[in-house]
């Protein structure tokens, strides 16, 4: 089985650093062994949400299909992940810290059946993309903490159905047209 782990620091919130790995479709974003990645459930993201994510590796192409297996927000989330011949697991820890998160990410990766020998050889490869991942992490938060604000589409998505009731109480949305009859100009 190949392993890595890495301790991520970001400048953004707790919330908003479980938000933006929890939608795995972003991985292309930031890990640049990932041809492609896109969302294959409709709503809001949590448990069983499903992801497809094509990684390239030695030139070939792998497409591979993720879950969401724990949705704790915003302390820890686990996908789960792979085909026939690859099974992956991704768990990946949130602490609040001043100035951001520290993100503790692991990532198992474990091949099938005779395929299995190959498994030092995988660990040695793996350890060289997960640093390039972490390294992609790091930058493309940096270098968005003041633009990955969600949209308040994906925030709406993304928020536990408790929130998002509690926000519908005595709000409204800015961009809406209201009542202006009786204020002084």
């Known amino acids: 089985m190949a392993r890595f782990v890495d301790a991520i620091d970001l400048p953004i919130p707790i919330e908003q650093a479980f938000d933006y790995l929890a939608d795995f479709s972003r991985t292309a974003e930031w890990d ?28 070939r ?8 297996t724990g949705f704790d927000r915003p302390s820890r989330l686990v996908l789960k992940g792979g085909d026939d011949s690859l099974r992956s697991i991704d768990e990946i ?5 001043p100035g951001g998160t520290r993100v503790t990410y692991e990532a198992r990766l474990e091949l099938s059946g005779i395929r299995r020998i190959a498994d030092p050889l995988l660990d040695l490869l793996f350890q060289g993309i997960g640093r390039l991942a972490a390294r992609g992490l790091r930058e493309r938060v940096a270098a968005e903490s003041t633009s990955m604000r969600p949209h308040a589409e994906d925030a709406q998505r993304l928020a536990p159905a408790a929130d998002r009731r509690g926000a519908e109480k005595g709000t409204r949305d800015l961009n809406e047209p209201h009542n202006t009859e009786g204020i002084a100009s």
């Open 32 to 59: 640049p062994s990932v041809a492609e990645a896109s969302r294959l459930t409709p709503g809001q993201i949590g448990i069983g949400s499903r992801f497809a994510v094509c990684v390239s590796l030695l030139g």
């Open 61 to 68: 192409r792998f497409p591979l299909e993720y879950s969401i």
């Open 93 to 97: 820890t949130f602490v609040s810290r």
